[in-house]
């Protein structure tokens, strides 16, 4: 009876013990789920109360980062191309630009230095004089009938930005020296240094400035893919809008 019972014993102890294991197993799995049911939780409400900030599809800037004041629509004989111009962060600039367009001085120009994934340049009067090639680049003129100020606030958003692709920027032959000159910035033109004014980037036609980056040039001694347009990229007209 006594061996019995003892027996009896152990096999309810061993009961008990195994059913305690099961629970505490079973527990310990189910917690690890909880844990991720919560965090997709979180992660969805998250979501939902993100705020979405519009991007331009062709060259990803987010447009709230920036005011544009004003457009400025470019006919060139590759295509047209619009830029948003940015006036408060960099009034002078705008300011020429919007000028300049409006004498008809960018008509008839030829942009005169391609870089290729890096950046397109024009704004030279001098582009007019198809026999006057080896001074393209060296001229320029401004609406305040001289060289103007860099405008080159760290705080302003597209200071901040930088010259990411699809960025307007003046051309200069340094600091301070701002006339007529831009150029418009391609992949490459990341790596620049934060030393040329940005007032505006491209709002359409990016493809557009990628079509005129890949053009065949004369070999310069910046390279053999920088340099004048083999053949002529004419800027036809520029219209700005506010």
Request: charged content about 30%.
């Amino acid at each position: 009876m006594t061996k019995t019972y003892n027996k009896y014993c152990c096999y309810l102890i061993v009961l008990i013990f195994s059913l305690f294991m099961f629970y505490s197993c079973g527990n310990e799995q189910k917690e690890p789920k909880k844990a991720v049911k919560s965090q997709q939780k979180q992660v969805a409400d998250l979501k939902k109360g993100e705020k979405k900030i519009p991007v331009d599809p062709n060259i990803m800037i987010p447009l709230e980062r920036i005011t544009i004041t004003h457009t400025a629509e470019l006919m060139t004989s590759k295509g047209r191309i619009v830029l948003g111009l940015y006036g408060k962060d960099a009034p002078k600039a705008v300011e020429n630009f919007i000028g300049l367009a409006k004498k008809g001085y960018y008509n008839g120009i030829k942009f005169h230095r391609v870089a290729k994934n890096f950046l397109i340049q024009a704004g030279d009067r001098l582009t007019r004089n198809s026999r006057r090639m080896e001074d393209w680049g060296t001229g320029g003129e401004s609406i305040y009938k001289k060289e103007f100020e860099d405008e080159l606030d760290t705080e302003t958003p597209s200071y901040k930005i930088g010259y990411i692709k699809g960025t307007l920027a003046m051309a200069n032959r340094g600091p301070n020296t701002n006339k007529s000159q831009f150029f418009i910035c391609l992949e490459e033109a990341e790596k620049l240094e934060h030393n040329w004014t940005i007032f505006g980037r491209v709002l359409e036609g990016m493809d557009i400035v990628e079509l005129i980056s890949s053009v065949r040039v004369f070999p310069s001694s910046r390279g053999a893919d920088d340099g004048i347009p083999r053949k002529p990229i004419i800027i036809h007209w520029v219209k700005v809008r506010k």
